[in-house]
């Protein structure tokens, strides 16, 4: 039997695009679920957050501060998490939650990034 003949394709077709739809409303609506509360976060929340959770409440800080804020691409991020514009500057910024100090060579993946990215501050 050939689908598109007994009508069974159309309906087919449309199912699989409101099933599309309905798990991108649904992603999205999670995203913004989750963007409401890193915002509504305060310092005292930042000890339980992950690695990811950090960035956002950092991004969401920073853009209340007026900064332009640009996640780079995970894995070959250079040593920078966000890039931050303000004016006409463009700083790297690396993300570290951490319990302890953060060592040297953080420090120095983020200055090869700030060159990478050529931004002005690190």
């Known amino acids: 039997m050939v689908l598109w003949q007994t009508g069974s394709f159309v309906l087919s077709v449309a ?9 991108v409303v649904f992603i999205l609506g999670m995203e913004g679920t989750k963007r409401k509360r890193i915002r509504q976060a305060g310092i005292h929340d930042v000890d339980r957050m992950s690695g990811k ?17 640009k996640q780079t691409a995970k894995g070959a991020d250079y040593g920078v998490d ?12 690396q ?28």
């Open 53 to 69: 959770a950090f960035e956002l409440f950092l991004e969401e800080r920073l853009k209340q501060d007026g900064y332009k804020v």
């Open 15 to 23: 199912a699989g695009i409101a099933a599309f739809l309905l798990i």
């Open 82 to 93: 966000l890039l931050l514009q303000k004016d006409k500057t463009i700083i790297a910024v």
């Open 95 to 122: 993300a570290k939650r951490y319990r302890s100090n953060v060592g040297v060579k953080a420090v120095q993946e983020v200055r090869s990034g700030m060159d990478y990215y050529q931004a002005d501050k690190a």
